[in-house]
């Protein structure tokens, strides 16, 4: 186990914690148990995707459990009465850390990062929600810890672990629509418009002090917790920040993508409290290998590129009506899929098509995954470097939407070479207590 540290101690020495790493994943974690023996496990977040989380875990030992509503506190503490119980992830830390192998966070997306952070540069092996950070840095700065302290780590794009993502990235890969030059992803779905009201007391059973954690000081209002904080820049990212992660995983696995060279976006005007009822964005990515320079797009809210429109699937309906996919556009034809199929087109190019053999093993469960990883080092899927990079392709373009421009992405600086605009977005200032380790 790690040495103990206090908060104090480590708000003190986080800034010395920073890791920036930018290669491939260093498989040799840290072992903590054998495989038979089971996790201590801490939940930060009990509630709905952190619930389902639980669920998934139950296999494991609950030591602690953390959430800021203490309803959805109380109801978690009866289903595991011998887990000690607490509102604030930090207390936790400073009283359990002895006592705790992995942490998992299912929080809001602007409170990821604090309690990843801290769990990792106390040595524990961290499970976190999508999209793994609220800013790029972030998401640079949670990579490089894990690495530092070679740890298990896995973001939750559970459906990473289907069947039909693993037969995509083979036909993919094995060169049957020929070199692929550009892709589309889409999403209907709407997290948007989100406006702050009218300040008002907030329920007794919500500690929002502690739910704004590192975000601004403001009074509680209507509209935010428990369930569309996504609709607002402070907490989420809107419909991107929500479904990218998702969507766009199978073309970065398929295509062994990294981070693009540009980004731009656009949408309706830009309004300062919460995220638009839609998005167009375009990114560019360098070859890799043998694989050429790629398009990238995405779109959600319905205003889809024309391509998504105008492609029929074998039933005659548009792709855009599929509700979410991605649309590999290569040399030799095209594929479609959504997250439990595929199909390639146009249809009368592949009449003969026989699928590549099966290369990727089935998973053993995304969760499960994790869970071994912790115990002997064996490899995750969505470790936070692979992952890491991925949120950060998401979250920049919603920096581009945000600062207006068409940005020339310098990776390695982590810096827009053409809009200071951008600078502000990248980043954001923390409350006092609520720092990232590494910022």
Not at 32 to 59: H, R
Not at 145 to 151: C, I, P, Q, S
Not at 230 to 244: C, I, K, L
């Amino acid at each position: 186990m790690s040495r103990r540290l206090s908060r104090r101690q480590f708000l003190g020495t986080s800034a010395a914690a920073t890791a920036w790493w930018v290669g491939m994943s260093d498989r040799s974690f840290a072992q903590s148990k054998s495989p038979n023996e089971k996790l201590n496990l801490a939940i930060v977040g009990v509630a709905g995707k952190g619930g389902d989380n639980v669920n998934n875990l139950v296999s494991e030992n609950m030591v602690a459990l953390c959430d800021v509503d203490r309803n959805n506190l109380g109801k978690a503490g009866e289903r595991f009465p011998n887990a000690t119980k607490f509102e604030d992830y930090r207390e936790m830390f400073d009283k359990m850390q002895d006592k705790i192998d992995a942490v998992v966070v299912s929080t809001a997306d602007h409170t990821h990062a604090p309690p990843s952070a801290l769990a990792m540069t106390l040595g524990k092996h961290v499970y976190c929600e999508k999209p793994l950070a609220h800013t790029v840095r972030e998401a640079r700065v949670l990579a490089g810890l894990a690495k530092k302290h070679k740890l298990a780590t896995q973001m939750g794009t559970q459906i990473h672990a289907g069947d039909n993502y693993r037969r995509v990235v083979e036909v993919i890969q094995s060169g049957a629509i020929g070199p692929v030059r550009e892709v589309f992803n889409w999403c209907n779905k709407g997290w948007s418009d989100g406006r702050f009201g009218t300040p008002k007391p907030a329920p007794a059973h919500l500690n929002w002090d502690l739910w704004l954690g590192p975000a601004r000081q403001r009074e509680f209002c209507d509209g935010i917790h428990p369930a569309n904080w996504r609709r607002f820049w402070e907490y989420g990212s809107g419909t991107f920040g929500d479904m990218a992660c998702h969507v766009m995983d199978l073309p970065f696995w398929a295509l062994n993508l990294r981070y693009p060279t540009s980004a731009a976006c656009e949408g309706p005007e830009l309004h300062p409290d919460g995220a638009p009822a839609w998005t167009k964005c375009d990114f560019d990515f360098p070859a890799r290998g043998d694989m050429p320079a790629l398009k990238f797009h995405w779109s959600d809210g319905g205003a889809h590129h024309d391509l998504v429109k105008n492609t029929k699937d074998p039933s005659g309906r548009s792709l855009s009506e599929w509700g979410l996919g991605a649309l590999f556009v290569g040399d030799k034809g095209m594929l479609a899929a959504d997250y439990g199929r595929y199909v390639l087109l146009p249809q009368d190019k592949f009449t003969d098509f026989k699928a590549p053999e099966k290369t990727i093993p089935a998973s053993i469960g995304h969760w499960r995954e994790w869970v071994q990883a912790c115990k002997t080092g064996s490899p995750t899927t969505c470790n936070f470097d692979y992952s890491g990079a991925l949120t950060e392709t998401v979250l920049l373009g919603i920096v581009a939407f945000r600062a207006g421009a068409k940005l020339d992405w310098d990776a390695t600086a982590l810096k827009a070479r053409n809009s200071s605009k951008a600078d502000v977005f990248l980043t954001k200032e923390y409350r006092k207590g609520f720092e990232v380790a590494g910022l």
